[in-house]
């Protein structure tokens, strides 16, 4: 049997991925190492794995469910060269971001977390039909800063992930590893995402299921590698994305 690492990889669109190269920062998203990484595209032909590519999840759009077409590159490529050079084990990657969603977006019943949890369990179901061994089931989540625009309270987002998280578990989600937001490069308050960071670092200290798994798109403004108010450019994507495959790997090795 061929052993894969399942991951959704869900939030808003820091995950679905806005990377461009730029005079400064040419990076492309790198390819991925042969037989490293598989996308399932659960929408669109859930029959078979595709290699996977940047724009992760370009085609993974759902009308009644999470819709997401503003896709140029991610931290997807490079989570999984990480995360296969210190595993050995494939990961197979499941798309499931939506730009611009709050917490509020991600609760039970509503429109993008079912789709996700489907997606999820489309994808799980498809590899034990073919004959994968499915070691584990992980999710990497990267959301927060349009709850930081709105000014949610800290109580009403950390009640919100921890109602998500408990319906990803009960989806067969063993383990949420979570990248930290960054900051606001716009013309206001610089400082307006602090809260949310101070709030996600909370929840992976106190939730016995969620692990931090990245916290450097907090050191893009200063450098010069954020593309607008709130998106980077590749290369730090690229960044993240390989910190975060690594800092991933490291809990799976020290704990499985």
């Known amino acids: 049997m061929r052993t894969v690492d399942l991951f959704l990889f869900a939030g808003q669109s820091n995950m679905a991925g806005r990377g461009v190269p730029c005079e400064w920062y040419p990076e492309h998203a790198p390819a991925v190492i042969p037989g490293a990484g598989w996308e ?6 859930p029959t078979r794995l595709y290699p996977l590519e940047e724009p992760f999840g370009k085609n993974e759009n759902r009308p009644e469910g999470i819709h997401e077409e503003i896709k140029t590159g ?56 073919r004959e994968y061994a499915v070691r584990h089931v992980f999710v990497l989540w990267c959301q927060g800063e349009t709850d930081g625009d709105l000014g949610t309270p800290k109580e009403a987002y950390q009640q919100g992930f921890d109602r998500m998280l408990r319906a990803m578990r009960n989806a067969g989600a063993e383990r949420l590893f979570l990248v930290r937001v960054g900051h606001y490069n716009g013309p ?12 996600q670092e909370e929840i992976s200290r ?24 709130f998106h980077y450019y590749q290369a730090g994507y690229n960044e993240v994305g390989w910190e975060a495959g690594v800092n991933t790997a490291a809990w799976v090795l020290q704990n499985t």
């Open 74 to 129: 991610s931290m997807v490529s490079a989570f999984a060269n990480a995360y296969y050079a210190e595993t050995h084990v494939p990961v197979v990657g499941v798309s499931a971001s939506k730009g611009g969603s709050s917490m509020r977006e991600w609760q039970p019943g509503s429109p993008y977390l079912t789709d996700a949890l489907e997606r999820l369990k489309t994808a799980r179901s498809w590899l034990i039909s």
């Open 40 to 45: 399932f595209r659960a929408v669109s032909d």
């Open 206 to 229: 106190t939730r016995p299921d969620v692990t931090m798994a990245s916290r450097l798109f907090s050191t893009m403004r200063e450098r010069g590698l954020m593309k607008d108010a």
């Open 188 to 199: 206001e308050d610089p400082f307006r995402y602090v809260p949310m960071m101070r709030w």
